[in-house]
């Protein structure tokens, strides 16, 4: 078991700092389509509260693995309990949640019927976790879902149970909700699950 130090916490924060340090004088980052394109999504192993197998034996699949946006990528010294000092790289995600979960059936056709599933990004507070670079397992490809890419305003009223901690879009602003995607689950496929030739 590992522990993090206050001093993790100051670099993590100096790191985010001057990251955006970097961003701020050439770029307007308010924009939702420019923030896509500055950060790439992922997939990942879920952190080891959620899975507490060898990351060697996981077996990548839509439902087991994790997707979320990179936002930052640093490195740090750790304590683990028997007092030794390692050092780790690792990696903070923006979670993607699982739009609609269970609840195909409105779209078009039905994410079921299609093998993928819609992901979107909450907002304005991100979902945050921290994992080993080595628990991400290749960049997501997406593809932004109807016609803005965002939540649309006819979800309104539907957060609870459809996209909690999200937005969708205001009536008379489309573009301006969450993030919307569908997984592209067959750039997904690994070339170990072909027959060899």
């Not at 130090?5 to 004088?25: A, F, N």
């Not at 997501?140 to 879009?169: K, N, Q, S, W």
């Amino acid at each position: 078991m590992y522990y993090y130090s206050i001093g993790m916490y100051v670099y993590v924060c100096v790191c985010i700092l001057l990251r955006l340090e970097c961003i701020q004088p050439d770029m307007e980052i308010s924009e939702p389509s420019l923030v896509h394109m500055l950060q790439d999504y992922a997939f990942f192993i879920p952190p080891p509260q959620f899975y507490a197998g060898k990351r060697s034996r996981f077996s990548p699949s839509l439902d087991e693995c994790w997707y979320g946006r990179v936002a930052l990528l640093f490195r740090v010294h750790v304590r683990r309990d028997d007092g030794a000092l390692v050092e780790c790289d690792c990696a903070m995600m923006e979670t993607l949640w699982d739009y609609c979960p269970g609840k195909t059936e409105p779209w078009w056709p039905s994410t079921a019927q299609i093998g993928t599933k819609m992901l979107y990004l909450p907002k304005p507070r991100p979902r945050v976790w921290i994992v080993p670079l080595s628990s991400l397992l290749g960049r997501l490809p997406l593809i932004p879902a109807g016609d803005t890419g965002t939540i649309p305003h006819c979800m309104h009223g539907m957060m609870d149970r459809c996209y909690p901690g999200g937005e969708c879009d205001k009536a008379n602003q489309p573009g301006k909700g969450s993030a919307l995607f569908y997984i592209n689950s067959w750039a997904m496929v690994f070339p170990s699950d072909h027959p060899a030739e």
